[in-house]
């Protein structure tokens, strides 16, 4: 597998999906993190079904995937905001609107069955300079805005009263946020896939979250291990022939069953 | 904002407060700067609906409620949240109150390294509580801090609240009395019968 590596790096073929991909590898764990703090990962899934049924509706339209998919997420990202919708009945609306919106598009478009289904098992080999630079977009924004949005959001999750009882309005960062994440979601579900990106959004924090000492370690943990359960996925896809989004996953879920089994260790030798 | 020990932080007057009808009051008091006013009174009384038409949380009936010009408020209700993880360390929780430039008191200084959900459900509890009172906010609202604390965690928690603030003041609600007396400089008795309003 290791002889890949030089492919990878040399061949401009594989270097412009690999690095988009290793981009929102590390980004989307550190979203996930924010969202587990905040009892909000399953928002993610959502975010992603709906993101996945307007890129359809926008390949429809004659945009492109990414486009229509991050448009469609940033709004139902801001009406998530905006409406305070959250709760996992909210988050589960979410899924079932964009898992029927998504397959009656597909079933009823020229785009057609197999476009939604390259949505759902995402097309990162296909990924171009457009999904590149959205990356490289989404990591700037994050860079710059996370470390002032960090300290609110984990004062709105241990004293929640607090911007209420001083009448600070809350909803400029919260809208920040969600469209943040509605918008890395987008552009991760039309590269690594809905399942792919979801899972990249969940696993990695789950794991962050039993093992690292602090908040800041949670951060750094989780995109470590985003970053580097991505580069084995994209090894083992190529070097077994294996469709790159289910690799993924399987080999995050490998990781957190393996951290379940260290929990399971630890507190049966306490 | 710059405190004189007696300048009125908070006046209260003729306050009724609920939700979707009115639930307590009408009652009037002050807070005024580095004093701890304790609200007692038995369980459902509204002592909480009255912190929280404080903190903008409930609707207020009736009555007014004047905040001193530029006042920030800390506001801690009944219990802290609890996360089924929480990897945050207490000093990460300062910080994200607000509170890190405040020397902790030794007992939660030993314990700010390690994860929240690490510590005990009064450790925790204590460590909360002084997140708030080590802010910046000249007025910390505290709603039935004792609740989970056993009579050891109770007297640590008087100790942290009558710690010289900065003029910083307490408001406290509780139905405890006995903590109410130890921690208070001054009671207000909050009754069930609206009419009859309160004491002190």
Known sequence: MFELIPVLALDPLFRLPFVTGLLLAGLLPVLGAVLTLRQEWLAALGLAHLAAASALIGLAAGLPAVLGGTLGALLAGAVKALLRACGNAAYAFMILIGWSAMLLVAANSAVGDSLGHAIIDGQLYFAGLTELLLSLLLVAIAAHRLPWLMPLILRATFFPCFETANRRPAWRWRLGLDLLTAASLAVATATLGLMGAFALVFVPAWIAFRLAPSWRWTLILAALIGGGVYLAAFLAALALDQPFGPVLVALLVAGAGLTALIGIGRSSAT | ?200
């Not at chain 2, 209700?77 to 360390?89: F, G, I, N, S, Y």
């Open chain 2, 1 to 200: 904002m710059t405190l004189a020990r007696g300048d009125v932080l908070l006046r209260v007057s003729g306050l009724t407060a609920g939700y979707a009808r009115p639930v307590v009051g009408p009652l009037s008091f002050e807070v005024r700067a580095g004093e701890v006013l304790g609200l007692w009174g038995q369980n459902g009384t509204g002592k909480s609906t009255i912190l929280k038409a404080i903190g903008n949380a409930a609707r207020v009936f009736a009555g007014r409620i004047e905040q001193a010009p530029g006042l920030t408020l800390a506001f801690l209700e009944q219990q802290p949240a609890r996360l089924p993880l929480m990897p945050v360390t207490g000093h990460e929780l300062l910080r994200a109150a607000g509170a890190a430039r405040t020397e902790a008191p030794p007992a939660l200084a030993a314990i700010l390294h390690r994860r929240l959900d690490r510590l005990s459900g009064g450790q925790y509890q204590l460590l909360w509580v002084w997140s708030a009172l080590a802010t910046a906010a000249e007025l910390v609202l505290l709603d039935e801090p004792t609740n989970n604390l056993d009579p050891d965690a109770e007297a640590r928690l008087v100790d942290l609240i009558v710690r010289p603030g900065n003029g910083r003041a307490v408001l406290l609600v509780s139905h405890e009395q006995r903590f109410l007396e130890s921690a208070c400089s001054r009671i207000v008795e909050v009754s069930a019968e609206r009419e009859s309003g309160c004491s002190s």
